[in-house]
Nanobody, 123 residues
Framework: VQLQAFGGGLAQAGGSLRLSCANS????????VGWFRQAPGKERELVAT????????SFADAVKGRFSISRDRAKNTVYLQMNSLRPEDTALYYC?????????????????WGQGTLVTVSS
């Protein structure tokens, strides 16, 4: 599994961005995927997860109601739609594939990481 995250950029507070996490495999993955973020000087935190078939999702409290996660199995891509962005959402965002088919909160379950994509939200 090779993951590539992209879609980051500069947004104003209240704006939106959509991140994509592409899986280079030819066949659709049966792994859950998580989006994580790490802001300067802070620990990495889990933002959202999605199960292998998209049926189960979870979100950190800080982004509930503002972010959504989805996946297109035909395109082997997972999306993180970020709305109502806040300056505190500024971070390097990573996607990662889990060993499990359902997302979990343990970083240890995520074994394949994409490179980060930077999101900057201005006030």
């Amino acid at each position: 599994v090779q993951l590539q995250a992209f879609g980051g950029g500069l947004a104003q507070a209240g704006g939106s961005l959509r991140l994509s996490c592409a899986n280079s495999r030819r066949t659709s993955s049966n792994n859950a995927v998580g989006w994580f973020r790490q802001a300067p000087g802070k620990e990495r935190e889990l933002v959202a997860t999605i199960s292998w078939n998209g049926g189960v999702t979870s979100f950190a409290d800080a982004v509930k109601g503002r972010f959504s996660i989805s996946r297109d199995r035909a395109k082997n891509t997972v999306y993180l739609q970020m709305n109502s962005l806040r300056p505190e959402d500024t971070a390097l965002y990573y996607c990662a594939a889990s060993l499990r088919s359902i997302g979990s909160s343990s970083p240890h379950d995520y074994v394949t990481w994409g490179q980060g994509t930077l999101v900057t939200v201005s006030s």
